[in-house]
């Protein structure tokens, strides 16, 4: 029953794991990953069902698809030099942002791994050449998954019911070369939290 009533989840899954797969290497999973994106902003305009909370999150994420897809297939000075890190930082930032206000004990521990976060990203260790990591940052990484999964299971922040459901955005890079981390991370995450919206219809 469970799989009968998540069937439309569990094919998106597939299709984001095969695209995942094989972006890096052919140029019609980055062009399959942008009909997906086109499909599902149509749709939740004309649902509109772009509101709540999340809104600001679920922008910057389709910006950072856009800019995935593009950076994949060209190179672009500002992409790899300054885009990424930039856009990488804003969202650790956001957090705060999203997550407020801040009740329980768990809602401090993430901010504290929030601002811990802020403090110790540095902007030089995410140059990307066709959005792979010229220098994968493995302990800023393992850290971000560590906050996060706190932030996810314990705090307040998630939207109800997607809790552990955000773990696997969360944990699929690493099914990866971590110096795809950016490539994999924003196809899961963005393509998932875009979903959402495109449920709620």
């Given amino acids: 029953m469970y799989i009968i009533d998540n069937i439309e989840q569990i094919i998106l899954s597939l299709v984001i794991l095969f695209i995942s797969c094989y972006i890096t290497k052919y140029k019609e999973s980055s062009f399959l990953l942008l009909i997906i994106l086109l499909y599902l902003l149509f749709y939740i305009f004309k649902n509109n069902s772009f509101k709540g909370r999340y809104v600001e999150k679920a922008i910057l994420t389709t910006i950072c698809l856009f800019i995935l897809i593009y950076g994949i297939n060209y190179n672009n000075y500002y992409i790899n030099n300054y885009s990424v890190s930039l856009l990488l930082f804003i969202n650790i930032l956001m957090l705060s942002i999203t997550c407020y206000p801040f009740k329980t004990i768990y809602d401090y521990i993430s901010l504290f791994g929030i601002i811990l976060l802020l403090i110790t990203f540095n902007f030089s260790n995410w140059e990307v050449i066709n959005m792979k990591l010229v220098?994968?940052?493995?302990?800023?990484?393992?850290?971000?998954t560590l906050v996060l999964t706190i932030l996810y299971i314990y705090s307040n922040c998630p939207a109800k019911n997607y809790n552990?459901?955000?773990?696997?955005?969360?944990?699929?890079?690493?099914?990866?070369?971590l110096n795809e981390y950016i490539i994999h991370r924003t196809i899961f995450f963005g393509?998932?939290?875009l979903y959402v919206f495109y449920f709620d219809k």
């Fill in 191 to 193: 393509i998932g939290i």
């Fill in 135 to 144: 220098k994968v940052d493995y302990n800023w990484i393992y850290l971000k």
């Fill in 164 to 177: 552990y459901k955000l773990l696997i955005p969360l944990y699929a890079p690493f099914l990866f070369p």
